[in-house]
């Protein structure tokens, strides 16, 4: 009996107790295995991108290397260098590649004769990390640090000189025509570095308004003091109304020019609608010269003005009215002998009467002018004014003559 009992207890299984433990142990073995592995894993990956992402950096360095020295810089001018060919920053695959290129320090200054680039390539999986490069990249034997000089550019509102304009896209082009650009800062100001001695041209831009252009000179290892300035001008809106003699709206279709300011090199022409007005957009401050003309090809309004008509433009929107004029027309009439010419309108007025010439050809040259902006027909004859039934033709011989304006 006491056999049995020993050999049954010997069989029994494991407790409840005894499968947790083992069961604990069994996960915190698997667990730190595991973590080993994808430690290793990530290990092996990160490897990999910092020496992918060290070849990527290295290829950017040889790049401008290889590139002539005025070349190296960001395809995006910084730094004060004007644009170069090298792009940043680019993405390839799952990398950054930002490069930044500046000229190099020499002791205590800031020195032009070679060039300091830097590439950073980074990455975000399976964990973030970078890997920069730098090198230095040397210019022509004969850069000279003292051939360069920086130039600071200010741009000041039309209104108050003393207040800055922020935002204006400036443009400067050296003696060498080599284009740099910058943005001006909250002091209205530009500053371009290592920009060769010699003549600078500066332009700007900015939505709403137009800034002046500006030629000014870059001296050798100096800094330009005062700034070299500009004005800045709002666009404004010259409205011309044109009436004619009588005051009304004159018709549609007559051309206005506008030319001779400050902002306008080349004419630029209008053409009046029903409301006989035309506005011409985009003015600055300034004198410019308006002329009428009519569009249609038979010139039947002038401007009544005599000379050049000026718009001036101040500190808002100008409006100026023109008057347009029936322009006048010449006619000759022949007669078969001499004797007076008598010219009237379409309800028998007369208008004017004229001798012809006392030998042949028996001509009379009659000018006529209407202030009436309708078109009118006129009438000539040699006998007495019109009777009721209407005008009579020139004698026989002749052909009658209607003007129609």
């Known amino acids: 009996m006491q056999g049995r009992d020993r050999g049954a207890?010997?069989?029994?299984?494991f407790t409840v107790v005894e499968i947790v433990v083992a069961t604990a142990i069994l996960l915190t073995v698997v667990t730190a295995a595991m973590g080993g592995i994808m430690f290793s894993s990530t290990t092996t990956m990160m490897n990999e991108?910092?020496?992918?992402?060290?070849?990527?950096a290295n290829s950017q360095i040889e790049l401008a290397r290889n590139l002539p020295f005025d070349e190296v810089a960001t395809?995006?001018?910084?730094n004060g260098l004007p644009a170069g060919e090298i792009a940043s920053p680019i993405t390839s695959g799952v990398y950054t590649v930002v490069t930044d290129v500046r000229y190099g320090v020499y002791g205590a200054l800031d020195a032009s004769r070679y060039k300091s680039i830097s590439t950073v390539v980074s990455w975000d999986a399976p964990r973030a990390g970078s890997v920069t490069v730098s090198s230095l990249v040397a210019g022509a034997s004969e850069t000279q640090d003292y051939n360069f000089g920086t130039i600071v550019f200010k741009v000041v509102d039309e209104a108050s000189p003393a207040n800055p304009v922020v935002g204006v896209t400036v443009g400067m082009t050296d003696v060498h025509d080599k284009v740099y650009t910058g943005v001006t800062d909250t002091t209205g100001t530009v500053t371009f570095k290592y920009v060769p001695s010699g003549d600078v041209d500066f332009t700007g831009s900015k939505p709403g308004l137009y800034v002046d252009a500006i030629?000014?000179?870059?001296?050798?290892?100096q800094v330009s003091s005062p700034p070299i300035q500009s004005i800045a001008h709002p666009y404004r809106v010259g409205t011309i109304s044109v009436r004619s003699a009588n005051g009304n709206a004159a018709p549609a279709g007559l051309t206005v020019t506008l030319s001779g300011g400050p902002n306008t090199p080349s004419p630029t022409y209008l053409v009046t609608g029903a409301d006989g007005n035309v506005m011409f957009t985009g003015l600055i401050k300034g004198t410019y010269n308006i002329a009428l003309k009519d569009s249609a090809a038979s010139a039947r309004y002038v401007e009544q003005s005599s000379?050049?008509?000026?718009?001036?433009?101040?500190t808002s929107d100008t409006a100026m009215n023109l008057t347009a004029a029936t322009s006048p027309v010449t006619v000759t009439v022949t007669l078969i002998a001499k004797g007076t010419v008598y010219c009237y309108n379409l309800n028998g007025v007369l208008n004017q009467s004229k001798a012809t010439r006392t030998s042949s050809p028996y001509t009379a040259t009659i000018t006529l002018t209407n202030k009436d902006e309708k078109p009118?027909?006129?009438y000539f004859q040699k006998s007495s004014p019109c009777t009721s039934s209407g005008p009579e033709p020139i004698t026989a011989g002749t052909t009658p003559v209607n003007i129609k304006r």
């Open 49 to 56: 991108r910092r020496s992918e992402a060290l070849m990527l």
């Open 376 to 378: 009118t027909t006129y």
């Open 75 to 78: 395809v995006v001018p910084s």
């Open 9 to 13: 207890a010997g069989d029994a299984g």
């Open 307 to 314: 000379g050049t008509n000026k718009l001036t433009i101040g």
């Open 215 to 221: 030629t000014g000179t870059c001296y050798a290892n």
